[in-house]
């Protein structure tokens, strides 16, 4: 078992900048690929970003150029860098671990962080 968990997210203006966290502890020896999902009221949950262990990233396109996904082996721990938001990125984040393929079908999922953009 994997246990995920987020934090970093808050209220920020439109323009600003967030950065959330995601440690996973348990098994991690069995993570192949660890993502960032995030869900906006009414909407389905989409995959933001992904980032294999040999450091390979993926972007949704709505998120390219202002979003940065990082881990540190070290610490066990993902990041998600966010700048120039957008109202429209106000959504629960999710933090997820795939144990194989990346961004697909995750095996184990955080409960999530909420980050809201006022515009």
């Known amino acids: 078992q994997v246990q995920l968990v987020e934090s970093g997210g808050g209220l920020v203006q439109a323009g600003g900048s967030l950065r959330l966290s995601c440690a996973a502890s348990?098994?991690?020896?069995?993570?192949?690929?660890m993502d960032w999902y995030r869900q906006a009221p009414g909407k389905e949950r989409e995959l933001v970003a992904a980032?294999?262990?040999?450091?390979?990233?993926n972007y949704a396109d709505s998120v390219k150029g202002r979003f940065t996904i990082s881990r540190d082996n070290a610490k066990n721990t993902v990041y998600l860098q966010m700048n120039s938001l957008k109202p429209e990125d106000t959504a629960v984040y999710y933090c997820?671990?795939?144990?194989?393929?990346?961004?697909?079908?995750?095996?184990?999922w955080g409960k999530g962080t909420l980050v809201t953009v006022s515009s």
């Open positions: 997820a671990a795939d144990e194989t393929g990346w961004g697909q079908s995750p095996d184990y």
């Open positions: 348990g098994s991690i020896f069995s993570i192949n690929a």
């Open positions: 980032i294999t262990s040999g450091g390979s990233t």
